[in-house]
């Protein structure tokens, strides 16, 4: 447990300074420095070769997250496992290639009134799928081999830092748009040439074949896993992309980068979960093993009531703001703020049921999850292509934040029916009371300039909302967390 938890907290220290690099970026030098149509391009680039690498993968990384401490031995290069990773990206990378040939003339067609900038750079998602498929597969092969940092630190840390430093030598005309376009698909694309490299010096890079150490029962599993991996990881990247790629093929190229803009923003409620999830998912994989249901309870009742606090914490914050950071964002951005509230109250319901979906995932039931995918995407498709013509970017926001809730009362009816698990109790009413007063009372603070209302409200909200939740003891955890600061505060 001692190395899960170092990892989590070097993870999330890497997640963090990323954050704080791309919120200067997107929060600032896109807005400022680029186009509308410029951001919905590299947006969009991103988007569609997510999902085309998620296909590509043809499931393998499913394989290697499940099946692969079956043939870990190091010293006979953990049995050709690597070699049949290698055939099977290989083989999805040629599909991919033989699907794109065919879809290009559709994507360039629909995309030359609305979004000509991304039909003259569709090209660039044959590296970026490529590399990114190459990064999908090795840093999960790094994760089974006990390194989940260095994936964390080339994703949130590594990736980011290159992208600004890109976007500030545009900014200062040592780069053109041309060489800006092809330096940001450069540095996504760098990641996976950087994991290879990593790997090569660790020496965990071996291609020599073992096909006979794969026995009928094995190869079973193997298939198995890979065909409920493919449809899950696909599902999975859909969700998360689709609503920007819908948006660029009914709105266009601008309201596309208006609402990757927006939905940074919203997003920043959730980052806090991740950390925290994947502690949980080790720690619930493990409850199940020794079959124990009461420690699984009390941990679903404690993630969702930590995760409520902080979501609403930083939903809350966000919002008393709102009026600064679309002063920050500019005029071409005045349609960003509903799409900030809807998609982080979206992901605020996400926080507030906690670890629903790990829970489900390390039970007998894990196979239900692709039944709650399937209806995830088809409400959030079905909701965007009613909401968007009415409401535009907005309704695109409406839709995922509508389709986050109801996945979310499915998996906690589920998780009711099933294991009689309900997390709720009337703390959480708290944690809304704190909210609403610390909401309410912040916003009556006089109008100031731009850094000081920030740093006045944010410091008003902040002080508002902690004084009652420590001081209604809300939260154990929270009380803990405050004592330790407190301890290491006086040395």
Same mark, same amino acid.
């Given at each position: ?59 393998? /990384?499913?394989?290697?997250? %499940? ?10 290069? /953990? ?21 794109? !040939? ?72 040592? $780069?053109?748009? /041309? ?32 096909? %006979? ?54 997003? $920043? ?6 950390? $925290? ?23 679903? /009742? ?88 009415? !409401? ?24 009711? %029916? @099933? ?10 009413? !708290? ?25 006045? %409200? ?29 301890? !290491?505060? @006086?040395?």
């Amino acid at each position: 447990m001692g190395i899960i938890i170092k990892q989590s907290i070097k993870g999330s220290i890497w997640s963090y300074l990323g954050v704080g690099i791309g919120f200067i970026t997107t929060a600032y030098l896109y807005p400022n420095f680029l186009t509308t149509d410029t951001v919905g391009l590299l947006g969009l680039l991103l988007s569609w070769s997510l999902i085309f690498a998620q296909f590509s993968s043809l499931g393998f /990384h499913g394989i290697t997250a %499940r099946l692969f401490p079956y043939f870990r031995n190091k010293s006979q290069g /953990h049995n050709g496992f690597l070699f049949i990773a290698l055939i099977v990206i290989l083989t999805g990378f040629i599909l991919f290639l033989i699907f794109f !040939w065919f879809f290009k003339p559709y994507l360039v067609e629909s995309n030359l009134e609305k979004s000509k900038m991304f039909a003259d750079y569709i090209d660039l998602l044959l590296p970026l799928t490529f590399f990114t498929l190459i990064y999908v597969q090795l840093d999960v092969y790094n994760k089974v081999l006990y390194n989940a940092v260095f994936g964390i630190f080339l994703q949130e840390f590594l990736q980011r830092l290159l992208i600004i430093v890109i976007t500030l030598l545009f900014v200062f005309q040592v $780069l053109n748009l /041309h060489q800006l376009v092809i330096a940001y698909a450069a540095a996504v694309c760098a990641k996976g040439g950087f994991l290879i490299l990593f790997l090569a010096l660790k020496g965990e890079l071996s291609f020599r074949p073992n096909l %006979r150490f794969i026995d009928r029962k094995l190869r079973n599993e193997m298939v198995s896993v890979g065909v409920f991996s493919i449809l899950t990881g696909l599902g999975g990247s859909l969700i998360f992309n689709i609503d920007k790629i819908l948006i660029n093929q009914m709105l266009g190229l601008s309201a596309t980068g208006v609402y990757n803009i927006a939905f940074f923003f919203g997003a $920043l409620v959730i980052i806090p979960s991740r950390p $925290l999830l994947r502690i949980s998912g080790t720690l619930i994989a493990e409850a199940f093993k020794r079959n124990d249901m009461h420690y699984i309870a009390d941990l679903y /009742h404690r993630s969702c009531l930590n995760q409520f606090i902080i979501g609403a914490f930083l939903f809350g914050g966000i919002w008393v703001n709102i009026d600064n950071i679309l002063i920050i964002l500019g005029p071409d951005y005045a349609e960003a703020k509903w799409v900030i509230f809807f998609i982080g109250l979206g992901y605020l319901v996400d926080m507030v049921t906690g670890a629903n979906a790990q829970i489900i995932a390390y039970s007998r039931y894990y196979r239900v999850a692709l039944y709650f995918l399937i209806v995830l995407i088809s409400l959030a498709v079905a909701a965007i292509f009613l909401l968007v013509p009415i !409401w535009g970017i907005v309704g695109g926001a409406v839709a995922i934040a509508g389709s986050f809730v109801v996945n979310n009362i499915i998996r906690f009816y589920f998780l009711y %029916r @099933k294991f009689r698990f309900q997390p709720f109790t009337s703390k959480f009413l !708290w944690v809304l009371f704190a909210l609403i007063c610390a909401f309410i009372l912040s916003s009556f603070i006089p109008e100031m300039n731009l850094l000081a209302s920030l740093i006045v %409200r944010s410091s008003a909200f902040t002080i508002l909302f902690a004084s009652i939740v420590i001081g209604f003891n809300v939260s154990d955890d929270a009380g803990h967390m405050l004592q330790n600061l407190l301890n !290491w505060l @006086k040395g």
